[in-house]
C-alpha cells in the first residue's frame, strides 16, 4: 500500500506584526491506494505561532514543509491509527466481508 497526503487549503493571518500570510490552519488529506483501490480522510490542524526567526514567506512554501508541520502536529501515533484504518478500508473493498442486499421477496 501507498501511503500520500493532499495540503490545502491554507487558512492565513494576513499580517501578524511584522510578518505577512502567516499560515494558522492546515487542510489535509492522507490517501491510500492499492492497484485500483484508494481510500482517504481528511482532517485540518492548527499551526503554531511563528517563530520570526525561521519564518519562511508563503509564496517559498514547499509541500515538504507542510507536510513536517502536519505530521509534527499530528505525531507518529496518530497517523499510524489513519494509515491502518485506511489499509482496512482497501482491504474490506477488495475481500468484502458484509453486503447491503435486498429481502428475497423483492
Not at 497526503?5 to 499560515?23: A, C, K, S, T, Y
Not at 513536517?68 to 468484502?96: C, F, K, M
Amino acid at each position: 500500500m501507498n501511503y500520500s497526503w493532499i495540503m490545502g487549503p491554507f487558512r492565513v493571518q494576513l499580517q501578524d506584526g511584522n510578518l505577512q500570510n502567516v499560515v494558522t490552519t492546515v487542510d489535509w488529506r492522507r490517501v491510500c491506494t492499492q492497484d485500483s483501490h484508494t481510500a482517504s480522510c481528511y482532517g485540518q490542524v492548527t499551526c503554531p505561532a511563528p517563530n520570526p526567526d525561521s519564518f519562511v514567506d508563503f509564496a517559498k512554501l514547499t509541500e515538504d514543509q507542510v507536510v513536517g508541520w502536519v505530521e509534527a502536529i499530528l505525531g507518529p501515533d496518530l497517523i499510524a491509527t489513519y494509515d491502518a484504518n485506511l489499509a482496512h478500508q482497501i482491504r474490506s473493498e477488495i475481500t468484502p466481508t458484509t453486503a447491503v442486499v435486498n429481502p428475497p421477496w423483492q
